[in-house]
């Protein structure tokens, strides 16, 4: 059984730092892309960014572009997501996913329980 477990969200004034870190474990990734999502109240969940966790190929939404990093750790079995430069736009619960799917945009087939990031102005 696939688990994904977020951590390293909180408050943060705008123009800060977080790094959120997702641990998954039950398979091995290597075929799989692993992505964060976030949702803000009141809007879709969309997609942040992902990584092949093969090759390492990343893939970033324009939005994020410059600003947010993916990167794994495959002795940890963990991915995670630097972001810097806060907005009060970047709130949003985030969550990390995988997908076997050979494309980026999944569909993804598991999920985390997601993490709370807030930017305050």
């Known amino acids: 059984q696939v688990q994904l477990v977020e951590s390293g969200g909180g408050l943060v004034q705008a123009g800060g730092s977080l790094r959120l870190s997702c641990a998954a474990s039950?398979?091995?990734?290597?075929?799989?892309?692993l992505g964060w999502f976030r949702q803000a109240p009141g809007k879709e969940r969309e997609f942040v960014a992902a990584?092949?966790?093969?090759?390492?190929?990343?893939y970033y939404a324009d939005s994020v572009k410059g600003r947010f990093t993916i990167s794994r750790d495959n002795a940890k079995n963990s991915v995670y997501l630097q972001m810097n430069s806060l907005k009060p736009e970047d709130t949003a619960v985030y969550y990390c996913?995988?997908?076997?799917?050979?494309?980026?945009?999944?569909?993804?087939?598991?999920w985390g329980q997601g993490t709370q990031v807030t930017v305050a102005a």
């Open positions: 996913a995988c997908t076997a799917s050979y494309y980026p945009q999944g569909p993804y087939d598991y």
């Open positions: 990584i092949r966790w093969s090759r390492g190929s990343t």
């Open positions: 039950g398979r091995t990734f290597s075929s799989y892309i």
